[in-house]
């Protein structure tokens, strides 16, 4: 069975501060990993994959995570904490096959303070 | 960007009263998911659907629910008698294959059962 772990149910940095959002995975097979973001009352928003391909992962508004096998993990980072970063985020696990579900985590409520 | 659409954005029913739920996804995808988020909690997968039979379903998706793609761009979700603890934000998402993969969701319905 997959599952992934998210440390910290909320995180607060300062405005400018770097941001880092820790996941830990489990997973019997490579795992392709993800990084959702939910803004109040809205969706999920993709912020990058994982898979199988560069263990660097470049997404979208800054954000970036890097897959470590040797530690299980697939930690969120930001250099440069904005205001509008304010949500909750969701590392997310897929066994990578053609119809696999997705699991998520708890999830990380993210708050920026000034 | 192609998007997963959901109707409506909020449903308002009585306890015992059936709901469908509509979802139009990416028109290349294949793959077809219902999630669920109760308010403050993890998202959950109901089911996923692939080829016209669903793929996957998890112990809450029971007998009250059921899932249809009637006329090939549709995605329903119903519940047929619906209870108060199915009040929630219910998610469609898609997937595709190859260089589609990924799963895309919608933003969501929020359904209140009183």
Known sequence: AQSVTQLGSHVSVSEGALVLLRCNYSSSVPPYLFWYVQYPNQGLQLLLKYTSAATLVKGINGFEAEFKKSETSFHLTKPSAHMSDAAEYFCAVSRGNRDDKIIFGKGTRLHILP | EPEVTQTPSHQVT????????????????????????????????????????????????????????PDGSNFTLKIRSTKLEDSAMYFCASSGDGANYGYTFGSGTRLTVV
């Open chain 2, 14 to 69: 009585q306890m015992g009263q059936e709901v469908i739920l509509r979802c139009v996804p990416i028109s290349n995808h294949l793959y077809f998911y219902w999630y669920r988020q109760i308010l403050g909690q993890k998202v959950e997968f109901l089911v996923s659907f692939y080829n016209n039979e669903i793929s996957e379903k998890s112990e809450i998706f029971d007998d009250q629910f059921s899932v249809e793609r």
